[in-house]
């Protein structure tokens, strides 16, 4: 794996998902161009099965702030455990919606493009957030600022960079990599890697 990745001691066992080496570094995995939004021009649309509405940065900034350390895994079998990050909670921004009873899944839309779905459930959990800042710093564009969706229980492509929408659906989509053969869920201790 090279100089900048190492194989998880013993110790590490319930950290590090089956197949995934540490790394010393940050990689930067990216399909297709990196959009650059400033924070004055940056919004997150919500729409389909929801009341749609659309929140400015400001609007986010309002909401409650919180701090968070988290491992976070690479479908490419690299994890970097202990991420700081600070950003708004999921179940604290999902406060503000008016989300219909039979909404049962999410397409996440980004800047550039980029889709991918989780269901309602994977969506909405405490442990999930909208990071804006990145050991201490504004999230740089490369990881996705201003703005991205961390979502620590599932594969890094799952916690969509450069976020700016999110569709409320009852049935369940296909987001890029997973039309393109990757995992319908991506769950990084049952190797959902991709999808049979």
Partial sequence: MGKHFH?????????????QHLT??????????????????????VWGLVAEQKFSWADMMALPQ??????????????????????IKVTDFVKTLKIEPIAAHVMLHCYGGYTT??????FIREENFFAHNLFGEPLPVPHGGPMRLVVPHLYAWKSAKWINGIEFLEEQPLGFWERNGYH?????????????
Avoid: I
């Avoid at 010393?24 to 649309?45: I, K, M």
């Avoid at 690479?74 to 990050?85: A, E």
């Fill in 184 to 196: 319908v869920r991506g769950e990084p201790w049952a190797v959902e890697r991709y999808s049979m």
């Fill in 117 to 122: 779905n989780l269901a309602l459930g994977d």
């Fill in 7 to 19: 194989k998880p001691g013993p110790g590490l066992a319930d950290r590090v998902p089956p197949g």
């Fill in 66 to 87: 919180c701090e968070f350390t988290d491992d976070f895994h690479c479908v490419t079998t690299w994890s970097k455990l202990d991420v700081q990050w600070r950003g």
């Fill in 24 to 45: 010393s570094g940050f990689p930067v995995l990216t399909y297709g161009d990196t959009p650059e939004v400033a924070t004055s021009q940056w919004e997150l649309r």
